[in-house]
């Protein structure tokens, strides 16, 4: 499946915020690319929904058209359209292995997914967008546990806190999901009213 595959710290500085997580160029440089990168840029109102829509992209890695249908399945969805939006995007198979901390960044867990390494309720998955839902439990593959990433994984497990809606076995790396993350429980720093907004015009 397409996906962006450029430099995520220039992404990170155009919008004002760590798409990544620690990205050590982006604390250096918190300023937008580029030889005007330090010049006063007007913000209208459309470009901060602009601004506000890509940040949920390339936060969870989403191309156009894919993000697109999100927002309208969001919209079809009872209750409020950018909470619905929000948690479509949590729900993604590689946003949950990333949040459950088996993977360092959602780039790194997307590859995971994509290579097969893991299975949901005893089938296999490589499908990154792939939705999970309440109650299901991913495990990962038997011949891929010894592998790199997850002897990682397992000594690193922890360092990062993992949101009350999963619960993770630290003894086979067991992902279990309790319910589906609700607005509070998402840290994703956008404005979620905004991209509704974009979109709505």
């Given at each position: ?157 922890g360092e990062r806190p993992v949101p009350a809606w999963l619960q993770v076995v ?32």
């Open positions: 499946m397409a996906r962006y595959t450029g430099p995520a710290t220039r992404k990170s500085r155009r919008l004002k915020v760590d798409l990544i997580g620690g990205d050590q160029a982006f604390e250096r440089r918190p300023y937008p690319p580029g030889q005007h990168g330090r010049a006063r840029i007007k913000e209208t109102e459309y470009l901060l929904q602009l601004q506000e829509k890509q940040k949920a992209r390339f936060t969870y890695g989403i191309l156009e058209r894919q993000f697109r249908s999100y927002y309208e399945e969001a919209n079809r969805r009872t209750g409020r359209t950018g909470e619905n939006l929000l948690q479509l995007l949590e729900s993604r198979l590689d946003n949950v292995i990333y949040r459950s901390g088996l993977a360092r960044t959602r780039r790194m867990a997307r590859q995971l997914v994509s290579h097969g390494h893991f299975v949901v309720n005893g089938t296999k998955v490589n499908v990154p967008s792939f939705q999970v839902s309440k109650f299901d439990i991913i495990d990962v593959k038997p011949k891929s546990i010894n592998t790199t990433p997850f002897i990682i994984a397992k000594e690193t497990l630290p003894s086979n790396l067991r992902v279990l999901v309790h319910q589906l993350p609700e607005r509070a429980q998402i840290d994703t720093p956008v404005t979620e009213q905004l991209i509704v907004e974009y979109y709505s015009k």
